[in-house]
């Protein structure tokens, strides 16, 4: 089952049938990533998925996670890696009490009252944008738009300055790409920018990063340099690739179900159709990754003590057990329970403000061009690493 992470050339949706059989063939999956690292992909129902998510077993420590992979790699012979950027020691890569500790210090930043300040620069991004699109003509609505407005997003609440936004993209895109040869110097380079805009005076303290920076608990504790770094990692990986993928999945599902004009018409369905996507569609496969700390029993099967584990999300959410007829995209469902955005202490923070971002650029778009179509012939690639399942791109004829 390792194209539960590589999948070649997918298309939209192709990855659907793939987890949905892996789930119903049973709830591990052995696979291994390009640079060699063995781990198990695990797919079971929306109510133990969340289950797994919740449980203090299976840990996110960043310590254990690269030990791991390291004695992998070197059991392999090959070069030992710099993890400390994706696997650096952030929330998403803690457990209890340094996740309680980095939580409780970021939800300062990341409040929902601090997220609907942002509210109406989204709104000014995205109208910008948008109006700045052509008509009648064939564009790839992820270059010119579903990238750009996460990316202006992220730029803000990083504080990043507007000349550097564009380069901070493509080390992004290059560090996700899951080719070793290139992520890593990339990951390496966006550790460096960091680091000076850290040590500098480039960041922006309006910023919600930059309150970051600065908040304080009751007892005067702050983050630390290093913190503030793996922060910085977590939020341009989880506050701007999945917002990206998000927004193209959302606009393809809302085409590709005849439901645009629908939308159009009534701006009120856009908060139902965005959950139908995070739980039918999702643009994050599978939740992070996870070790297990002692023998754990899944569905039946025990996976060993320092297992490296990948819980999927759409298999969960397209769960039969859990909704009727899952497979089917439907708005008029009584629930649309889903995982997408975690379950338990590492829920994740940066939720409100991607449905924020997709909400207001789902309305915009519609309300402007409520005669938009696919353009383009087939389905549309999607990316195939072991967490995204987004789209490469979009053709779309944007019409009035």
Request: with cysteine; proline share 6%.
């Amino acid at each position: 089952m390792s194209n539960l992470l590589t999948g070649g050339d997918l298309r939209a949706r192709d990855h659907h049938r793939i987890e949905d059989d892996a789930r119903e063939e049973g709830p591990l999956h052995p696979v291994t990533l390009p640079n060699g690292v063995r781990m198990q992909v695990v797919t079971v129902g929306l109510e133990l998925t969340r289950q797994l998510l919740a449980d203090q077993r299976l840990s996110k420590d960043s310590a254990k996670l690269q030990r791991e992979i390291k004695r992998q790699l070197a059991e392999r012979g090959s070069a030992q890696e710099n993890l400390a950027g994706l696997f650096g020691p952030s929330m998403l890569n803690s457990d209890n009490p340094q996740h309680a500790r980095l939580r409780a210090l970021a939800v300062k930043a990341f409040n929902g009252k601090a997220v609907q300040q942002l509210a109406p620069r989204i709104e000014e991004i995205s109208a910008e944008l948008i109006g700045g699109l052509p008509e009648n003509e064939e564009i790839d609505l992820v270059k010119e738009l579903t990238v750009p407005v996460p990316m202006h997003v992220i730029g803000e609440v990083l504080g990043l300055p507007a000349q550097d936004r564009a380069h901070v993209r493509r080390l992004i895109e290059t560090m996700m790409s899951m080719e070793p040869e290139v992520s890593q110097p990339a990951s390496d380079e966006l550790g460096g920018y960091f680091h000076g805009l850290l040590s500098g005076n480039g960041l922006d303290p309006r910023s919600l990063f930059g309150v970051l920076a600065t908040a304080a608990d009751d007892d005067g504790d702050r983050l630390s340099h290093d913190e503030l770094m793996a922060m910085a990692f977590l939020l341009v990986v989880a506050g701007h690739e999945t917002s990206a993928g998000l927004i193209a999945n959302v606009v393809h599902d809302a085409l590709d179900n005849g439901l645009w004009h629908e939308v159009a018409e009534d701006p009120g369905l856009v908060p139902r159709l965005v959950e139908e996507t995070l739980r039918h569609n999702p643009p994050v496969r599978s939740a992070t990754h996870r070790i297990a700390t002692e023998p754990v029993e899944i569905a039946g099967t025990t996976v060993a003590e320092n297992t490296l584990l990948l819980i999927n999300l759409g298999s969960a959410g397209r769960c039969p057990r859990a909704h009727e007829k899952a497979g089917e995209y439907r708005l008029d469902r009584a629930t649309t329970g889903h995982a997408t955005f975690g379950h338990g202490p590492h829920f994740c923070l940066g939720s409100a403000l991607a449905r924020l971002e997709t909400e207001t650029v789902l309305r915009q778009l519609t309300s402007r061009f409520p005669r938009t179509v696919h353009a383009g012939e087939g389905k549309p690639e999607v990316t195939h690493s072991d967490i995204m399942a987004s789209l490469k791109s979009l053709p779309v004829v944007l019409r009035r």
